[in-house]
C-alpha cells in the first residue's frame, strides 16, 4: 500500500489502548463477548430451511455449548438455479428461534440494499468471503450499528483483508470480528476444496486488535475433518469457531446447502467437551 | 456441480447454433462486435479524472486504432482512503467524451442501487473482478438491457467464471463479454503481482460461446510488459483487448489510480498497428 | 494417474491389516516409535555447526522431553553461495552427540552417491522438500535398510507424495514417516512464506497407513509463530513434530542456516509440557 | 535472499557486456544458437521408445524446421511402476538419430552418477523441473563442459530459478538456457495441470541475460492446446520453443509418457510455418 491512509483505525499501532500484542479489543454480541479469552463458538445450519429444522438445532447447538446461532436466509449460491435461501422469512425465523433459544444470531447480507432490513433482525451482520472487497456493502453494514464478522475472502491477502475491516472502520464500527475460513491454494480439487490458514492468525494479532475466529466447515468441507481442524483452531489461538450443523438425524442428500460439511449436534456436543477442558492455549503473540 | 440447472444457456451444449467448436456469439456494442474475427481493442484511462484528460486520452484511442473508450468512474479501492472515483459526474464525462469521439463506452457498476444510472450513460457494463460473485449485481445488471463485460475473479475457476455469466444469462441477457485479467498465484509478490492465464482461453472455447477479452494491463501491472502480454493474448485467439492507457506526457505519479500500468499512445499505437499487421491467429481449440 | 500399478504397497486398501481407518502402522527408530499414538518430537538445530553447539542443543531437547535429534549435515540451499553444511564432519558430530544423550538421530541426504555414508551414521534417513521427486535418490533410500522421513514437496499434491513414499516402498522399506511442512500459496511474500496445510492430516489417514508428522519451523519460518503451529497440528492428530531449536543464548544472526525459525529450548520446554498435558486428540479419520 | 553473493554470475548487472537490456548471450548448441534473434524449435518425443520410433519424429521434426531433438532416456515418473525410459539403450538411440538427421540432441539427466554417461552422448544435459534444486546435479552437470536446458520447478520463484542457475554457472560454465513449462497454481485439476506463465519472461530479462525458451507441451498438457500457447510465447518474446511431437499416425493411447500432449508432424509444420512467417517480435524489456 503505497497510499497513506489518514487514520487506520483497525491497525494495533493507530490505537494506543490496543498496542500490546496480548490485547484484543472486545466486541460485544448481546450477552457473547469475542476476544476475552474464552474462545465464542457460533453454530447452526448453512441455511434456514423452515422453522423447525433452525429450531431443532438451535437447541441442540444451546445444549452443546454453543453460545450463537448461525443461519442463511440469503445465501450465495455459485449457480443461479441452486437454492438461494428463504430471504426475509429466513430472517423472521431466525429471530423467532432467538426468542426461544435466547442465543444471539448472525447472518450474511449481500446487497446494499437489504442491509437495513438484515440488521433489523440480525444481532450481527455477516460479510461473506465472495464480498470482502464489495466496497459499497462494507460501508452500508459499517453504518448499521451492528457488529459484524468479516470473512475471509479465499485468496485475500492479509492487507486487503484488513483494509476490508478499514471500509467498516471508516464508518466509525470498530465491532468488527475477522473469520478465516481457508484459503485457495493449487490443492483445490485435490484433497481438500480451500486449506486451513492457522499461520494468519499470529500474523493478524501483530497487525490488529480485532478478534479473529475460524470456520472449520468451509476450511474443510468435509464433516468428518471439522473436528480436527477446529481443535487445531483453537490451539492455535482463535477467538472463537463458527460451525455449520444439521439435524442429528438428517439425511445429508436433503440439506439445501453444504449438506457434507455440517457436523451433527453429538459431534458438536464432544467437540465443545474438548474445547473447554482444555487449558486455554497460551497467546500466539511473540 | 452436482446441482443440474434447468437450462445452461451459456454453455455451448444448450445452444445448437453454437455448438461447432469454431463459433463464437458476436456481442454488438453500439459499432462494436465482439467474436466476429477481428479483435476489438478497448482502451483508456484507469479512472476518469476531468474532461480535458479524458478526452486527450480518448482522442489518442482512436487515433490508434482503438473501437471503444474504458473508463472508471466508481472505482473499486483496496484501501478506503484511496480516490474512489468521481461517480456520476465521471459518468457525465464519458457520455461527453463518447459523443465527441464517437467511441463507444464501457465503465464499471460496483452497487446494485447504481446499475440503473450507470446504465443510462454506459453503452456496456463492467462488473469487475472483485465482484464477478456479487449474485445480486450479476442479477441487476442481466436485467438492464446492457451487454455486460464480465471480468474473471483472480481466483475463479472455470464454473465460477461460467455461473457468474449464467447468472446474467438467466436475466435473458446473452450479451456477456469475458475477460481475463490475471490470476493470483505463488508469484504474487516477486516478479508479478498477477499471472496472466492464456490456458483459459481455449478451455472457456470449449465450454461455451461468449467472446473472450483480456486485460494485459491488470495481468502484468507494468506499462513495460503490458506490450508483449497484448501481443501474446491475441496470438493465443482472444476476441479483444482491454488496455489502460495514460496520456502522453502524464507523469505517472500523478495518476490517481494504477499509474504504473498505463500505456503511453504512441505505445498503444505501435501495438495496435503490430495487431494489425499480423494475420489474425488460427483459432484455439481442435 | 491412469496407470494401474501392480501393487500399491502404501496404500491403505492394498494391506488389509492396515485397513482400518484408525491403524497406522509404527515405525521404529531405536527407542523411538511413531504412530503408536503418543507424539514423536523430533528437534535439533538446522544445521551442524560444531560438536559444541550441536551437544548443547541435544541435551537441551533431552532435557525438554524431546526424543530424536534433527541436525543438517549436507544443507540443500538457495544460493551456491551459502553455507553448505558441514558434509561428513557434520554426521562424525551427530553420531558423538548420539552417544553422549541417546537420542537417535535424523539427518538429511541429497545425493545418491551419498546415501550409503549418511547411512551408516544416521538412524533415519530424511529426504527434503526439493528432492521429493528426486526418483534416483528415492529408489537409492529404500535400499538402505534404514527408515525414511520423507518431506512434501512444497508443491505436492496428495498422490505425488504417496507415489515418493511408494518409490521408497518398492525396494521393500515399508518404514517411512511422511512430514508435512507447508505448502507454497498466493500469500508466499505476504505474511507468511509457507501455509502450513492442516488438511492433509486427515486426508492421508485415508489413504495411507504411514505415520505423519509436521514440521512448525518450515511451516510458519519463525520462532515466535512455531507453538502455536505445533500445538495446532498436535490438535490435528499428527503423530509427532519436527522442530528446529538454537541455543538458549545463541544470537540469531549469528546462526549459519534459517536463524529466524529456531525456538529456544525454554519455549521447546514450554511446548512439550503443553503437548504432554493435553489428552491426545481423538483420530481425525472418520 | 539477504545473503550477498561474491559475484551473481548470471545476473545481468554482474557483467558489463550483457548489462544493456535488449541483450542476451548467446548459447551454441552445435549449429543452433539460443537467443541470437531467431527463436529456436527443439522437438522430438517424450521418451525414447526405440530407434524406429525416434528416427520418424526426429525426421518429421527435421522437415518441419525444427533445428534440435529432445526425447527422455531417463524419465522421471510419479509413479514407480510407470515406464522409466530405456536407460542407456535410449542415449545410443539418440546419438544415432543425430547422426543421420543431424539435429543436436537434448535429454535429462536425473542422477549425479549419469551425468558423465549422458554427457557423453547428449549435446545439451536437460535438467527437469523435479529437479531444478537438486543441488548436487547441478553443481555436476555444471562441471560437464555441455550448454544446460534448465527448466523451472513449478513452484519455483524467479529468484530460485536465478539461483539455481547460478549453482551451474559457479562452477564456471555460463551455457545455460532457461525453460519456462508452467507452473502450479489453483486451477491444478480444473482446466488445466499448469499454467503458462509469460509474465516470467520479462522479468527474466531484466535480471539476467540467460535465454529463455518456453515448453508449451508441459504448459497446456493437451495437443490441442499446444499450438496456440506456442504462438504466445513467440509473442510475448521467447528465445525459442521445446514441444512434443508424437508420430502422425501415432494412437495415442500406444505412447508410453505425456501421450495426450504431443502434437503431430503436420501441427508442427504449420505451427513453425506461422512462427517463421511472423515479423519477430519486439523485445518485451522497457
Known amino acids: 500500500m503505497d497510499e497513506t491512509a489518514p487514520t487506520l483505525q483497525i491497525f494495533r499501532a493507530g490505537r494506543p489502548e490496543w498496542r500490546d500484542a496480548t490485547k484484543t479489543r472486545p466486541v460485544r454480541v448481546g450477552?457473547?463477548?469475542f476476544g476475552a479469552g474464552r474462545p465464542v463458538v457460533i453454530a447452526g445450519p448453512c441455511a434456514v430451511e423452515g422453522l423447525a429444522q433452525t429450531l431443532e438445532i438451535a437447541q441442540a447447538v444451546r445444549d452443546a455449548?454453543?453460545?450463537?446461532?448461525?443461519?442463511?436466509?440469503?445465501?450465495?449460491?455459485?449457480?443461479?438455479?441452486s437454492f438461494q435461501g428463504l430471504g426475509e422469512r429466513g430472517l423472521e425465523i431466525l429471530a423467532e428461534v432467538r426468542d426461544q433459544t435466547g442465543l444471539p444470531v448472525v447472518t450474511e447480507v449481500m446487497d446494499?440494499?437489504?442491509?437495513?432490513?438484515?440488521?433489523?433482525y440480525a444481532d450481527m451482520l455477516q460479510v461473506g468471503s465472495r464480498n470482502m472487497q464489495n466496497f459499497p456493502l462494507l460501508i452500508?453494514?459499517?453504518?448499521?450499528?451492528?457488529?459484524?464478522?468479516?470473512?475471509?475472502?479465499?485468496?485475500a491477502t492479509l492487507e486487503e483483508w484488513l483494509y476490508a475491516a478499514e471500509y467498516i472502520a471508516a464508518q466509525g464500527n470498530l465491532d468488527v470480528v475477522l473469520c478465516e475460513?481457508?484459503?485457495?491454494?493449487?490443492?483445490?480439487?485435490?484433497?481438500?476444496?480451500?486449506?486451513l490458514d492457522l499461520n494468519v492468525l499470529p500474523a493478524l494479532r501483530e497487525e490488529t486488535f480485532l478478534p479473529v475466529i475460524v470456520d472449520p466447515s468451509h476450511a474443510t468441507g468435509r464433516a468428518d475433518r471439522v473436528?480436527?481442524?477446529?481443535?487445531?483452531?483453537?490451539?492455535?489461538?482463535?477467538?472463537?469457531?463458527?460451525?455449520?450443523v444439521i439435524g442429528e438425524h438428517t439425511v445429508r442428500a436433503d440439506v439445501s446447502c453444504d449438506g457434507e460439511q455440517g457436523i451433527v449436534p453429538s459431534v458438536l456436543r464432544e467437540l465443545l467437551a474438548y474445547a473447554r477442558a482444555t487449558s486455554p492455549a497460551p497467546s500466539p503473540g511473540p
Open 227 to 244: 473436528p480436527a481442524a477446529a481443535r487445531a483452531a483453537l490451539a492455535a489461538g482463535a477467538d472463537g469457531l463458527m460451525i455449520e
Open 31 to 33: 450477552p457473547v463477548t
Open 181 to 195: 475460513r481457508g484459503i485457495r491454494a493449487f490443492p483445490l480439487n485435490d484433497y481438500s476444496r480451500n486449506i
Open 65 to 81: 455449548g454453543g453460545e450463537m446461532l448461525r443461519g442463511g436466509a440469503f445465501k450465495p449460491r455459485t449457480s443461479p438455479y
Open 140 to 155: 452500508e453494514v459499517g453504518q448499521a450499528h451492528k457488529p459484524v464478522l468479516l470473512k475471509r475472502g479465499w485468496s
Open 112 to 120: 446494499t440494499r437489504r442491509v437495513e432490513l438484515v440488521a433489523s
